[in-house]
Nanobody, 128 residues
Framework: VQLQACGGGLVQAGGSLRLSCAASGLTFSTDNLGWFRQAPGKEREFVAAINWSGVSIYYADSVKGRFTISRDNAKPTVYLQLNSLKAEDTAFYYC??????????????????????WGQGTQVTVSS
């Protein structure tokens, strides 16, 4: 399994970026997908997730209304559109695949332990 993330870079506050994560070696169309980020000295945190069908989408409160997650099963690739970027969005962004994030009827989409595969990450730096 390989997850190749790209699209990061240096952008001014208020700007936009589009992250992509191309997958290979897995079914993808039946997998749940997520994006996490980690800033220096901080723990990895959940950003956004989309379930296998694309019907259920989740966002961290800190990015809601600014970021958009989407998927293209034909490619197969997961995207994260980052708009209205802030300095506090600066971090390494990781894509991840979860075979199942449901436990006892609860979708644990924000739990890194529920993800089976991780990409190498792409750096996003927002200058203020």
């Amino acid at each position: 399994v390989q997850l190749q993330a790209c699209g990061g870079g240096l952008v001014q506050a208020g700007g936009s970026l589009r992250l992509s994560c191309a997958a290979s070696g897995l079914t993808f169309s039946t997998d749940n997908l997520g994006w996490f980020r980690q800033a220096p000295g901080k723990e990895r945190e959940f950003v956004a997730a989309i379930n296998w069908s694309g019907v259920s989408i989740y966002y961290a409160d800190s990015v809601k209304g600014r970021f958009t997650i989407s998927r293209d099963n034909a490619k197969p690739t997961v995207y994260l559109q980052l708009n209205s970027l802030k300095a506090e969005d600066t971090a390494f962004y990781y894509c991840a695949v979860s075979r199942t994030w449901n436990r006892d009827g609860v979708d644990l989409y924000d739990d890194p332990e529920k993800y089976n595969y991780w990409g190498q990450g792409t750096q996003v730096t927002v200058s203020s």
